[in-house]
């Protein structure tokens, strides 16, 4: 079904006006360069603190790794594909590895059958990592205040940014992802070692 609809997408016409008037984009205003990082600038140097460099690159060079189990999974194509384009962030890659990835976006109802399956992907994921709870259902449980829901992906991962909705809106979705960018710039290299780091994955029972 992908297949044929890219093939349908690569032989449509352009329309009419590019052939005839061609416009011309004004991008001068629609271009966002990435701050250089505070530091002291001299004759050929810079010197800056190794947390903001870091950061700086890991901001702009996240993997996410979809966890999505229904609607909501809908919803994020929408935030993938051309008009929102999430890889404009620098998340041009969606890996279904867990070992390769760094941010778990978990979308949809999450079952307490599946929550020790959402723990082990968690797990298998490199440090640093972050967990982005998108909608309802992922962040609180939703409307599914059953007995066989998980009321919230936080009673077995910790959780960096919640994204509320029922479907979120691809803009809510992407206001998280900018969420996590100034978590992960923000974060010192030295945090995933800190005792209250410890603290935290001990309280979900992760060594």
Same mark, same amino acid.
């Given at each position: 079904m992908i297949f044929l609809y890219i093939k349908i997408f690569t032989y449509m016409s352009r329309p009419v006006r590019f052939n005839i008037h061609p416009i011309q984009a004004d991008i001068k205003d629609n271009i966002s360069l990435a701050n250089m990082p505070e530091g002291y600038t001299g004759e050929g140097f810079f010197a800056s603190r190794l947390s903001d460099v870091v950061g700086l690159a890991r901001k702009n060079s996240i993997w996410p790794m979809p966890f999505a189990t229904s609607c909501c999974g809908? /919803?994020?194509?929408?935030?993938? %594909?051309?008009?929102?384009?999430?890889? #404009?962030? $620098?998340? /041009? #890659?969606? %890996?279904? @590895?867990? #070992?390769?990835? &760094?941010?778990?976006?978990?979308? +949809?109802?999450?079952? !307490? !059958?599946? $929550? =020790?399956?959402?723990k082990q992907v968690y797990l298998q994921m490199a440090e640093p990592r972050w967990v982005l709870a998108m909608g309802a259902c992922a962040s609180s449980g939703g409307i599914f205040d059953t007995y066989s829901v998980l009321q919230g992906i936080d009673q077995v991962i910790p959780v960096d940014v919640y994204v =509320? +909705?029922?479907?979120? #809106? =691809? /803009? %809510?979705?992407? &206001? $998280?992802?900018?969420?996590?960018? &100034?978590?992960?710039?923000? /974060? @010192?290299v030295r945090r995933r070692n800190s005792e209250q780091y410890k603290a935290l994955l001990g309280s979900y029972g992760i060594q």
């Open positions: 809908i /919803e994020f194509m929408a935030v993938m %594909a051309s008009h929102y384009d999430l890889a #404009r962030f $620098g998340a /041009e #890659r969606l %890996a279904f @590895s867990p #070992r390769q990835c &760094d941010l778990l976006m978990v979308m +949809g109802t999450i079952a !307490k !059958k599946m $929550g =020790p399956i959402v =509320p +909705g029922c479907p979120p #809106r =691809p /803009e %809510a979705v992407i &206001d $998280g992802f900018m969420r996590i960018q &100034d978590l992960v710039s923000q /974060e @010192s």
